[in-house]
């Protein structure tokens, strides 16, 4: 099995940053993707940002020029860096990791924007 472990989270005031990490460990052979996704109560969960192997990211429009993704495939490793952040951005952010075959999900990391 795969065990996906974020760290960063927190609480932050609106136009401040933060920097989120997700390190996958465990039966890996390969990663096709690795990426965050959020969900507000209430709320479905939404893809922030994703990125392959590769390189290519996808992400969604209402953070583009705000939160930055970024990979090191040596280490399985994902980051997410939110400048700018807004109370909106609040939410409990998951990272995920698609091995082809099978997606995998940390537990979650609070992200909490004050007005």
């Known amino acids: 099995q795969v065990q996906l472990v974020e760290s960063g989270g927190g609480l932050v005031q609106a136009g401040g940053s933060l920097r989120l990490s997700c390190a996958a460990s465990?039966?890996?052979?390969?990663?096709?993707?690795m990426g965050w996704y959020r969900q507000a109560p209430g709320k479905q969960r939404e893809l922030v940002e994703a990125i392959t192997s590769g390189g290519s990211t996808n992400y969604a429009d209402s953070v583009k020029g705000r939160f930055t993704i970024s990979r090191d495939n040596a280490k399985n490793t994902v980051y997410l860096q939110m400048n700018s952040l807004k109370p909106e951005d609040t939410a409990v952010y998951y990272c995920?990791?698609?091995?082809?075959?099978?997606?995998?999900w940390g537990k979650g990391t609070l992200v909490t924007v004050s007005s």
């Open positions: 465990g039966s890996i052979f390969s990663i096709n993707a």
């Open positions: 995920n990791a698609d091995l082809y075959l099978m997606d995998y």
